[in-house]
């Protein structure tokens, strides 16, 4: 047999192959309603993506096809939080999917950086959790207040400064990012970056940050894909040449802050940011954790690090704005909101953890604005172990990747009402303790079972801090709301929350009363 007729029985062998495979995907998850494109291909989640409103793709996918829908080959979207401890349960058995090691920073030396977040190993999770977990319990909290404090300090200082004499609309989501980065910069290395010190994104680390999750985004919906172009020593080097390193740009500044913290410890030149409390910063504790257990990968504290740099400041920031925002729109809650820190006599300028923790309507229109803007806005996803399960009726294999969207759980109208898309905190107030616990319990902001965000307390301290300082201390007026805009890159980013300030009369009275 020649080679000129071999090359048709080549071809006919590799069409039958490549039928059967799609034979086989369509065949497995049959019985779920969804788009037919899904069926064979994940190809059109990344055009979701790439719109950078994906988030209203599935929420729209969901009206249609219900409340499971299959988006992928082997992918299923639920949208009813009645499923959340099914695929999120407290017990190990539902790994993080593949999605997650795209959002691993790629280096030649040491491959992709695991981290809490992203680390798709349960042992290996266990392993750099289990040392930090509790910095960031409740009761340990208030120790993070005065560096809280300190950074208030700062942006009310800087907001009197620029805008309060001349009354100029400036951009305040920009400013709230500012200092959400300036916190965890306080809480991670003792300094601020100086964002609030100088109004700018210093070192175009907010820029960083952007791009690395727009560049990926997209290949978070085929995994397989990331590797190949970009998580390898060729992908790297085509990657370096366009200037696509947003990612190591991130690791250089940590790594350098990681050395340079070495070495004052090494000869005993550090002095922990609040000596009369004796705290230690997070990056002295990462340090000394790693130092004091063999157990713990000498990688860790770059991980842990990293991880504050990224997710533990742009998240906070992004509730920060949706929560002012829907304030600003919404004016009657602001007053709400106002009267009842006045009631509860509340401290100005600088509101206590104490006085507020537990202010009921300050808690409402904190949770209303975790459910309606998550900061991260694409699937959870998570695999199915062997033996498979059942949610809302339908079988899922193992092996199935399913997983939520917060946004889109978050907006259940049978679970949180028929105005589920509209802004009332109200609904956190109306119902018993019951109900108000499967509010809660259906909101999946934050993640949800073993899982669930570590740094979730440490950010509701800082939000609930800055609002209550915000509404007590000035008359914010939103201007030009329609110029509010979101991007979904999995982050959820917000831009033009533009606004004017001016002092309340009765914050003027009180600052005038102390000098």
Known sequence: MDKISIIPIVGVALSLAIILQLGRTYWRLRHIPGPFPACITNFQRVGWVKTKRAHLILQD????????????????????????PT????????????????????????????????????????????????????????????????????????????????????????????????????????????FLDTGKDVGRMLGTIVDFMRDAAPMTQIPWLDWALRKNRIGDSIQRLFGKTASLGILGFVGKAIKERQELLSKGDFKVSDEKSGRKDFLTRFIELQQNDPKIPPWAPTAWTFSNVIAGSDSVGSLMRTTMFNLLVYPHTLEKLHDELRSAGVSRPYPKWSEIRNLLYLDACVQEGARMHPPFALPFERVVPAGGITILGYYLPGGTVVGGSPYVVNRHRETFGRDAEFWRPERWLESDEGHKRKLEQGVLTFGAGRRVCLGKHVGILEIKKLISFLVLNYDIRVVNPEKFELENSWFFFQRGLYATIRKRPDAVAVKNQQV
């Open 87 to 194: 695929v999120y349960p407290a017990r190990s058995g539902f790994p993080k999917g593949d999605f997650y090691v795209t959002l691993r920073p790629y280096t030649r030396g040491g491959g992709a950086l695991h981290a809490v977040f992203n680390t798709t190993e349960e042992d290996l999770h266990k392993q750099i959790k289990s040392p930090i977990a509790p910095m960031f319990t409740p009761a340990n909290t208030p120790s993070f207040e005065g560096l809280v404090d300190e950074v208030l300090t700062c942006i009310h200082e800087k907001l009197d400064e620029n805008f309060i004499a001349n009354s100029e609309i400036f951009n305040l989501g920009q400013w709230l990012q500012y200092f959400a980065f300036d916190v965890m910069g306080t809480m991670t290395f003792s300094k601020r970056y100086g």
């Open 61 to 84: 996918m969901h009206k249609k096809y219900g409340e499971v829908v299959r988006i992928g080959p082997n992918m299923v979207s639920f949208s009813n939080p009645e499923v959340i």
